[in-house]
């Protein structure tokens, strides 16, 4: 096979949503340094939506993004809780996203009373060797069709490295 057709994990980004409640957050926070061992980032609004009662400012989740380093090892805990289990419809093009309802599901993750039972949000993303040429500051260019991920290759690559079963 060719060497820059194998694919491989750009990125993990583990994401809670608090809204506007800051004891949510808090909790958020502190689940993520439990699950990775790396404190996550607050993520905070840029837009008034009322009806919500979020403004300009509010810090409303948190997130991490993870390169690189242990990301195999985390992911294969994360599918873990999912029992190794996805939907097509949870695989994109070259992004895998999938929910946990509760974080006592993932493997060595201990239950704390302070946090309670909550979930998150998982989002994986795909890259080829080459995928450079869409970040770098020099010539920018799209990546061509026939080096783009399809959605058929990222399930192939889930079953491959991960043992995931995808149903319809």
């Known amino acids: 096979m060719n060497p820059m057709q194998t694919i491989r994990i750009e990125k993990l980004t583990l994401n809670i949503g608090a809204g506007k409640d800051q ?3 808090e909790k958020g926070i502190k689940l993520i340094k439990n699950i990775t061992g790396i404190k996550g980032v607050t993520t905070i609004t840029n837009k008034r939506i009322p009806t919500w009662g979020v403004r300009p400012g509010l810090p409303i989740g ?11 090892e985390l992911l294969k805990r994360l599918l873990a809780a ?4 996805l ?4 695989i994109n093009d070259s992004t895998i996203s999938f929910g946990i309802k509760e974080y006592i599901d993932i493997p060595e993750v201990e239950y704390d ?11 994986v993303t795909l890259e080829k ?7 770098r500051n020099i010539m920018k260019r799209k990546i061509p069709k026939k080096h783009a991920i399809k959605k058929e290759e990222g399930i192939a690559f889930l079953k491959n490295e991960f043992k995931v079963e995808v149903e319809e």
């Open 23 to 25: 004891k949510v957050l």
């Open 62 to 72: 948190c997130k991490l993004t993870i390169r690189k380093g242990k990301v195999k």
């Open 82 to 85: 999912k029992e190794n289990k």
């Open 87 to 90: 939907k097509k419809s949870q």
């Open 113 to 123: 009373p302070e946090i309670g039972v909550m979930g998150l949000e998982v989002s």
């Open 129 to 135: 060797p080459g995928f450079r040429i869409k970040r």
